[in-house]
Nanobody, 128 residues
């Protein structure tokens, strides 16, 4: 069974930075298409950033939501089965619980997850 464990959340002031980490274990397919998703109280879950590999070309496929483009960098360490999300210039509206989850649809302009396999979430709180 796939397990994902997030870490790295916390409380920061507006303009600050955080790096979230996700360690994946038990992946049966060997591929590692993982995304970061967030959900704030009273709001729907939304994709933040996702990363995976094209099975044919082996090129990275990376998705960034418009609201984090230019402020976030996602990276994958295949050897450690870890995915990192560095977020800079954090805004109060970035406050949410952030989850990493397996992705089933990934393109440069789209990232979707069934949310079947996800971590427990890590809280990010940005204060003004």
């Amino acid at each position: 069974q796939v397990q994902l464990v997030e870490s790295g959340g916390g409380s920061v002031q507006s303009g600050g930075s955080l790096t979230l980490s996700c360690v994946v274990s038990g992946s049966s397919s060997g591929s590692l298409d993982i995304g970061w998703f967030r959900q704030a109280p009273g709001k729907e879950r939304e994709a933040v950033s996702c990363i995976g590999k094209n099975e044919v070309s082996k090129d990275d496929i990376i998705y960034y939501a418009p609201f984090v483009k230019g402020r976030a960098t996602i990276s994958l360490d295949s050897a450690r089965k870890s995915v990192y999300l560095q977020m800079n210039d954090l805004k109060t509206e970035d406050t949410a619980t952030y989850y990493c989850a397996e992705v089933n649809i990934l393109a440069r302009n789209l990232c979707m997850t069934p949310f079947d396999y996800r971590g427990q979430g890590t809280q990010v709180t940005v204060s003004s």
